[in-house]
């Protein structure tokens, strides 16, 4: 029997021949034995393409500053397994997620679970074991048969829709869409995020008990001040601080929340306040400047950047840093951020899935970007070539953020999150 944490992820690893398989047939099956498909009196399930986890996390802080005690997946982590599974805004220690590995192992019997399933039910474990009141699960792929969609939501919240994980999922938003809308429920509560495809809208209207929509039952208002407001069930929640997630997932999770107890203006500032993960536009001001680091990794993503940073930073030159996988959108996401880039530095992705540097260059068909190899050689490269007050972004997958983090922390210099832990390898979808 493994007896640490890494020796029961590298063993889980093993199980399954496939590091994916989609399907609800096991996983379900060894919920029933485990009786975990409740994990929670009330559940809220978060599809999307972008933004699941800033949503899941808004959501947690407001439901936790309404006084409810949260559980809350997250998918995938940045530097260690334990991002993966909080409660009450707190990582599980390692000792907690051991035991409900040893549970999940029990009842498995001579199924054989993909690492995802293993991990998910892991989850379900500990929120039912810890009484939560609420649990907030991020879908990991897709929906309709990703392994957290064996829980039977009470709210179901959709992000967005763009294209990514085309191999799994389809290669139009309306195939996507369509993945995506499996988590909804008959007379479910459905919140949905802007600019939705008629394989989620029908769906959403045929099934939802209640459905609200982003610009039609949610509005999102900016303040002069650069703060926002947001209207909802005809009341307005005023003065609310811009914080460090997009703000149509912070509407989207204040909503969710409002669903399940009333949230007043001090409780939902006090969860933007809160509501921080690593690697979503994170400053770290490191070697005399300011970085951000993103795990942006598709246009849409991009998208998201493109807005914000000269929003954040009007007068600052950007210098990008962009390491991504084979399998990402590499073109679009350039495209996206071109006109505000002054400089592309291009970096090495682990493998198997990782591009070079050399590969990603031929790939965007660009002879004036910067191919520098190694992310610490990428970061060495951007701070020699830029000055202070400038902004070096560094993206394009959760790899690259882990390796900028771990490189740029070194020095000891200010850093948005106090401490992280660090050292244990990852294992990722995305």
């Not at 992000?159 to 369509?178: C, P, S, V, Y």
């Not at 590499?330 to 951020?337: Q, R, W």
């Not at 690259?400 to 244990?424: H, I, M, N, W, Y």
Request: proline share 6%; net charge negative; aromatic share 6%.
């Amino acid at each position: 029997m493994p007896r640490s944490l890494d020796d029961w992820l590298d063993y889980i690893e093993t199980i399954h021949p496939s590091s994916w398989e989609l399907g609800l047939g096991r996983i379900g099956a060894v919920a029933d034995r485990l009786e975990l498909r409740k994990p929670a009196a009330t559940s809220v399930i978060v599809a999307g393409t972008n933004g699941k986890g800033s949503t899941c996390v808004c959501l947690e802080q407001a439901l936790m500053a309404s006084g409810l005690t949260v559980g809350c997946t997250l998918s995938p982590h940045v530097h260690v397994f334990n991002e993966r599974v909080r409660i009450n805004g707190v990582e599980l220690d390692d000792a907690a997620l051991c035991t409900a590995f040893e549970v999940i192992e029990a009842g498995r019997g001579d199924t054989l679970l993909t690492y995802f399933e293993f991990t998910s039910l892991a989850a379900l474990y500990c929120f039912k074991q810890a009484g939560v009141d609420v649990a907030v699960l991020e879908i990991g792929l897709g929906g309709r048969l990703d392994a957290f969609n064996i829980v039977d939501g009470d709210i179901a919240v959709i992000t967005n829709i763009g294209i990514d994980h085309t191999d799994w999922l389809g290669d139009t938003r309306e195939l996507i869409g369509a993945e995506k809308a499996g988590v909804m429920r008959p007379g479910q509560q459905v919140m949905l995020g802007p600019d939705m495809p008629a394989s989620v809208l029908e769906p959403a209207t045929r099934l939802a008990g209640i459905c609200m929509r982003i610009g039609r039952d949610i509005e999102h208002r900016d303040n002069p001040d650069g703060g926002w407001r947001l209207h909802l069930h005809g009341r307005t929640l005023d003065d609310l601080p811009r914080g460090r997630f997009p703000v149509v997932n912070c509407a989207l999770a204040l909503a969710a929340a409002d669903a399940i107890h009333p949230i007043d203006a001090t409780a939902a500032r006090a969860a933007i306040d809160r509501a921080w993960m690593p690697g979503r536009c994170e400053e770290i001001a490191a070697r005399g400047r300011l970085w951000v680091v993103d795990v942006a990794h598709n246009p849409l993503g991009a998208g998201y950047l493109r807005r914000e940073l000269p929003r954040r930073y009007p007068d600052a030159r950007i210098t990008a840093v962009l390491g991504t996988l084979a399998d990402k959108d590499a073109e679009g996401v350039v495209a996206a951020l071109d006109d505000i880039v002054e400089r592309w530095i291009l970096v090495d992705a682990p493998p198997p899935r990782g591009l070079t540097a050399p590969a990603l260059a031929q790939r965007l068909g660009r002879p004036e970007l910067s191919v520098a190899g190694s992310v610490p050689s990428g970061l060495q490269e951007a701070g020699s070539l830029t000055q202070p007050g400038d902004v070096i972004l560094v993206f394009g997958s959760f790899a690259t953020a882990e390796a900028a983090r771990l490189e740029l922390t070194k020095s000891g210099d200010t850093v948005e999150s106090t401490e992280f832990p660090q050292g244990r390898r990852a294992v990722r979808s995305s």
